[in-house]
């Protein structure tokens, strides 16, 4: 199958600090991409839908100046948590979604942040 | 928007036994279910979907079903073995909307 991957698979920062996640897709090119947060013992909670090009759609609830995405290219997305708290700290995941096989989408292995 | 809701939370069984987890929805116009496995600190994988022209599909052990009338559809596991523990996730529609997830555990 497609081959997502994400960078840095973990990430630890002080207070304050900015953390910037990438999700590349290897070898298919991904119209859309999915960022997710998931803390521990607990489902994916979907935080936005960014298309290559256009301005990212967060879900309810999501500061989108806090977590800025940007989806330059169809093979790129990075997602930046801005003045990171501790409260932050979670499993961030994208997932992308083939722009040639409808429907299906692929999920990076997950980057752990931790903020101090 | 969508909304997904997955039983049971948690489930046990027995080395060679079946499994089954359910989910259920509520938007109509959902038209592909997919099922991901979740393995400790890993991102989900794909291990079946199916799309809404479609009642059934089996993937070796693995097969899931679709009733688009009762808005459900279900993963089986079959002859259920350690390596399959993990936590399982359903979705519905393109949007990705997951259900809370399935923690199996399969003791030998």
């Known amino acids: 199958g497609a081959v997502v991957s994400q960078h840095p698979s973990w990430v630890i920062c002080k207070s304050g600090t900015s953390v910037k996640i990438e999700c590349r897709s290897l070898?298919?090119?991904?119209?859309?991409m999915f960022w997710y947060r998931q803390f521990p013992k607990q489902s994916l909670m979907l935080m936005a839908t960014?298309?290559?090009?256009?301005?990212?759609?967060?879900e309810q609830g999501v500061e989108k100046d806090k977590f800025l995405i940007n989806h330059a290219s169809l093979t790129l997305s990075t997602l930046t948590v801005t003045s990171a708290h501790p409260e932050d700290s979670s499993f961030y995941i994208c997932?992308?979604?083939?722009?040639?096989?409808?429907?299906?989408?692929?999920f990076g292995p997950g980057t752990r942040l931790t903020v101090l | 928007g969508e909304n997904v809701e997955q039983h049971p939370s948690t489930l046990s069984v027995q080395e060679g036994d079946s499994a089954v987890i359910k989910c259920t929805y509520s938007?109509?116009?959902?038209?592909?279910f997919p099922w991901y496995k979740q393995e400790l600190g890993k991102g989900p994988q794909l291990i079946i979907d199916?799309?809404?022209?479609?009642g059934e599909k089996k993937d070796q052990r693995i097969a899931v079903t679709l009733n688009k009338t009762a808005k459900h559809f279900s993963l089986h596991i079959t002859e259920t073995q350690p390596e399959d523990s993990a936590v399982y996730f359903c979705?519905?529609?393109?949007?990705?909307?997951f259900g809370a997830g399935t923690r199996l555990t399969v003791k030998p």
């Open positions: 070898d298919f090119q991904a119209t859309t």
């Open positions: 938007d109509s116009a959902s038209n592909y």
């Open positions: 979705a519905a529609r393109y949007d990705m909307r």
């Open positions: 997932s992308a979604r083939s722009s040639e096989v409808y429907n299906e989408q692929f």
């Open positions: 960014s298309n290559e090009g256009s301005k990212a759609t967060y």
């Open positions: 199916i799309r809404s022209n479609v």
